[in-house]
């Protein structure tokens, strides 16, 4: 058995939304693709989702997804609230 890893692309749509947030607000971010973690000869698959880390702080992204998960999956907020989330938070 063999792990395959392949990159994710970040969804165009996506990746506006997240860059004109960053620029309007002035912040400094490391943004990285997710990827696909498959195992050979199964039908065993994980997305490994697209992050965003701000001061510490990490942000879950999925393409074609509207939430937003902050540091693991059992918190998340709608995309449009991330703004004020980051300004709370900061």
Request: proline content about 2%; charged content about 30%.
């Amino acid at each position: 058995m063999q792990i395959v890893k392949e990159k994710l692309e970040i969804d165009e749509v996506l990746k506006k939304k997240i860059n004109s947030l960053l620029k309007f607000n002035n912040i400094k971010a490391k943004i990285k693709n997710g990827s696909i973690i498959s195992l050979t000869n199964t039908n065993i698959a994980y997305i490994e989702p697209h992050t965003l880390e701000i001061k510490g702080i990490t942000y879950l992204f999925f393409n074609e997804c509207e939430d937003v998960y902050i540091n693991d999956l059992s918190r998340s907020i709608p995309l449009k609230e991330l703004e004020h989330f980051i300004k709370c938070t900061f």
